[in-house]
């Protein structure tokens, strides 16, 4: 997979200081006891996992930028997490499997090719900084791809689904790419869309 060097902001992109947080469906609360990531659909082996099960297996740590399709980067971001790809090997993918759609809590989603979530550098977070997930940032956890924008990053993660065929998640639906790459500036399908404006969570 094609990679860029790091620390090198991609075209279009500006740095802030902090993040804003966006919330598309609002903020959902999140019962820990019963909080389950599973993961599903073209595997040989369904799986399932409680927070404390994830935490006990983190093995990445590094630092990374986040971009925003909106045009704001923040530099430098510490993240704690679990290779997706370590995952996705406990469960068997099948050979049919070409995309993963990732669900959130609050009945949100996102589309992902295989090959993007399956890249060495594409985790489950569970820490930023040093400290878990805010609850505006998508505790208990998310996926992060440093190499897509941010939207792909869903909050809230209740499960992460292997299937053949695209279909749009929640903003793909509005004209938003199906990939997502911040290198190739990947921000609407067929680079031509708009932004719909929303209100941030400050």
């Known amino acids: 997979m094609e990679t860029k060097q790091d620390n090198v902001l991609p075209p279009g992109q500006r ?3 902090k993040f804003i947080h966006y919330a598309a469906l609002g ?3 999140v019962e820990l006891n ?14 399932e996992f409680n927070y404390d099960e994830l935490l006990k297996m983190i093995n990445v740590h590094y630092k990374k930028d986040f971009h925003c399709v909106t045009g704001w980067s923040v530099k430098d971001v510490e993240w704690d997490g679990i290779k997706i790809k370590d995952l996705l090997d406990m ?4 050979d049919s499997a070409k995309w993963v759609i990732f669900y959130s809590l609050d009945g949100y989603s996102s589309i992902v090719p295989l090959e993007d979530v399956i890249s060495d550098d594409s985790i489950i977070a569970l820490l930023v900084n040093g400290k878990p997930l805010s609850r505006e940032q998508g505790f208990p956890a998310r996926p992060f791809m440093p190499h897509l924008y ?7 993660l209740t499960e992460i689904e ?3 065929n695209y279909v749009d998640g929640y903003w793909e639906n509005y004209g938003y790419h199906e990939r997502g790459y911040v290198w190739d500036e990947e921000r609407f399908k067929g680079h031509n869309g708009k932004h719909s404006a929303k209100r941030p969570i400050l």
């Open 15 to 17: 740095y802030i200081k």
């Open 27 to 29: 903020v959902p609360k």
């Open 34 to 47: 019963s909080y389950r990531l599973k993961v599903s659909g073209l595997v040989e082996r369904e799986l």
């Open 91 to 94: 469960a068997k993918v099948k």
């Open 150 to 156: 941010g939207w792909k990053s869903a909050k809230w």
């Open 162 to 164: 292997l299937v053949q």
